[in-house]
């Protein structure tokens, strides 16, 4: 509304104005020429005003648009963030869960090992005596079996027993204090 009464008052003060020196009779060409510049300046400026109302116009218009697209993305990013929200607090729920139990899994999980820590020896032995000889190792074996029987015998044959007592040509020379001062 201000536009307007602005631009119906830059209109009228030339109009007047012309009227006046009209009604006057006065013939000053001059002060004719430029009331009427005047007014045609004024025109001007009243048709820069319209094009600026409808520049403001427009623009106001693109920022109310604006504004309705950011809050819809804003409205989105915040929708994203409780979801993201919601999933961090899933997954802290589950990781206490899975502490509380890690200790009994742990503990599951050494019994098992040690389990088959034990077991493992003796299925090597299974699977060791599960296989048959090859034809060229009975010689072989029958050489350990007389080896085995001779080192469990009270009396060995093919093995010397073992002695504490020194070899027999070399001296023998118990061990000495190591204070006695002999070097």
Known sequence: MNAHKRMILHLAIPLLAVLLIAGCGSEDKRLTQALRLQAETNQEMVRLNREVA??????????????????????????????????????????????????????????????????????LCWFLLQRPPPPSVEQDLIASDLLLDDLTSARPVLIAPLTLDPPRGLPFHPETPSGSGNS
């Not at 920022?63 to 929708?79: G, S, V």
């Not at 090992?113 to 299925?123: E, K």
Request: charged share 25%; with cysteine; hydrophobic share 40%.
């Open 54 to 123: 409808q520049g403001i116009s427009q623009l106001t218009k693109e920022n109310a648009e604006f504004r309705k697209e950011a809050l819809a993305l804003q409205k989105e990013l915040h929708t994203q963030r409780a979801e993201i929200l919601v999933k961090q607090e899933r997954l802290d729920a589950e990781r206490r869960q899975l502490l509380l139990h890690d200790p009994l899994v742990a503990k599951a999980t050494t019994h098992v090992g040690i389990t088959l820590a034990c077991l493992l020896p003796v299925g």
